[in-house]
């Protein structure tokens, strides 16, 4: 077995037993809101609970890949394709169906983020015990139970990852295909411009010209992927921008991040729901200053990103999930764990975190 082939199974043998242990856990979830829904709600389930692994956001990812996009209507439009797409060529090899092939795709694309993320970690100089550390984070942190369910996000962390590993190690061609593909999976993917510029210009001035083009081409492509998207619509549907704007339905109006999560912290002393969102808002907050601190610039300003993006919006639902789709900030978390029993505990704290979210999602309580 050659050294990249032995590699490549430790960081599977690393990732696998987290993949599973969350699988299992939003299994006990789901019996979880089961119980209350019977024992509480005198059996009503919610819409969620009755789409299962296809709640919320699934409906439409579904939808979308057997039907494309107008029969849902206008507010499927923001739903980014690629995810929709791979699920549904998945299914003219296999099929399986498109929802079953949805679902293969999130749960293998988890598994594959959760092997680049224990990569990663470890190129960027954290030992085999923070590497191992960093996959059963991202598989066990509390909104992580999306990765089971038929949402994109699997997908885009999986590219996303890939996509600094080629820029890291200076694969330019891999890191704007990649980069590409992953803009197209989510509206995100365009931060990781942000990435690839600061990744490109490191030592620019000792490059040859010859050199230049191919890191000009990577940071530029997941700016293309994103208007490849816009542009389609627009030529589909006669305005481009109608993706943001539906979204700006749900979200809300842009504010100022400081003040909104200073408001986040007034609805959890007055025992309001959204409240539950501070403690969130607050970690993502930590997390990229220590991804500031602990990590290379060009994972920062990714990461910076998607963080100030999410906490901008009038409401604050799914922030969570937004988060990780920053996948660095669960790479600080796990350099950051002192000791081992912290790591016990943070381990334990986000299983716990996990089954709770899960649990309020398929109750409709909680939108993921």
């Known amino acids: 077995m050659t050294r990249a082939r032995r590699g490549a199974a430790t960081e599977a043998r690393a990732a696998l037993p987290a993949w599973l242990a969350a699988r299992i856990l939003v299994v006990v979830a789901w019996f979880a809101s089961r119980w209350w829904m019977d024992h509480?709600?005198?059996?009503?389930?919610?819409?969620?609970?009755?789409?299962?692994?296809?709640g919320w956001?699934?409906?439409?990812?579904?939808?979308?890949?057997?039907?494309?996009?107008?029969?849902?209507?206008?507010p499927s439009l923001r739903f980014f394709p690629l995810y929709p797409l791979v699920g549904r060529f998945v299914d003219w090899v296999t099929h399986i169906g498109v929802g079953?092939?949805?679902?293969?795709?999130?749960?293998?694309?988890?598994?594959?983020?959760?092997?680049?993320?224990?990569?990663?970690?470890?190129?960027?100089?954290?030992d085999g015990r923070a590497a191992t550390r960093a996959a059963w984070l991202v598989a066990l942190v509390p909104p992580a139970f999306v990765l089971s369910?038929?949402?994109?996000?699997?997908?885009?962390?999986?590219?996303?990852?890939?996509?600094?590993?080629?820029?890291?190690?200076?694969?330019?061609?891999?890191?704007?295909?990649?980069?590409?593909?992953?803009?197209?999976?989510?509206?995100?993917?365009?931060?990781?411009?942000?990435?690839?510029?600061?990744?490109?210009?490191?030592?620019?001035?000792s490059r040859k010209v010859a050199e230049l083009p191919p890191r000009l081409v990577?940071?530029?492509?997941?700016?293309?992927?994103?208007?490849?998207?816009l542009w389609w619509v627009g030529?589909?549907?006669?305005?481009?921008?109608?993706?943001?704007?539906?979204?700006?339905?749900?979200?809300g109006r842009v504010v100022n991040p400081i003040v909104r999560v200073g408001e986040a912290a007034s609805d959890l002393v007055h025992l309001d729901k959204h409240g539950l969102h501070f403690p969130f808002a607050v970690a993502l907050i930590?997390?990229?200053?220590?991804?500031?601190?602990?990590?290379?610039?060009?994972?920062?300003?990714?990461?910076t990103g998607i963080v100030v993006t999410s906490l901008a919006a009038e409401n604050l639902n799914s922030i969570e999930r937004y988060g990780l789709n920053a996948f660095p900030l669960v790479m600080a978390l796990a350099l950051a764990v002192p000791s081992r029993w912290a790591e016990r505990v943070t381990v334990t704290v986000c299983a716990a975190g996990l089954v709770g979210l899960c649990t309020l999602a398929w109750l409709g309580d909680y939108v993921p």
């Open 235 to 251: 030529r589909e549907f006669g305005d481009w921008r109608l993706p943001m704007r539906i979204q700006d339905d749900f979200r």
């Open 57 to 74: 956001d699934g409906v439409f990812y579904r939808g979308i890949g057997e039907h494309g996009y107008r029969i849902d209507g206008i």
């Open 149 to 205: 369910w038929a949402f994109s996000e699997a997908l885009f962390v999986a590219l996303a990852a890939a996509t600094f590993l080629a820029l890291r190690r200076e694969r330019w061609w891999a890191a704007a295909a990649l980069g590409f593909l992953t803009a197209l999976t989510r509206p995100t993917g365009v931060f990781l411009a942000l990435a690839a510029g600061f990744e490109a210009a490191r030592g620019i001035r």
């Open 100 to 126: 079953t092939a949805l679902l293969v795709v999130a749960n293998v694309s988890a598994l594959v983020a959760a092997v680049l993320v224990h990569r990663l970690t470890r190129l960027e100089g954290g």
């Open 218 to 229: 990577a940071t530029v492509a997941p700016v293309v992927g994103t208007a490849t998207y």
């Open 286 to 303: 930590v997390l990229t200053v220590i991804v500031f601190r602990r990590l290379p610039a060009s994972y920062g300003l990714f990461a």
């Open 40 to 54: 509480r709600r005198h059996g009503v389930r919610s819409p969620a609970s009755l789409d299962g692994l296809f």
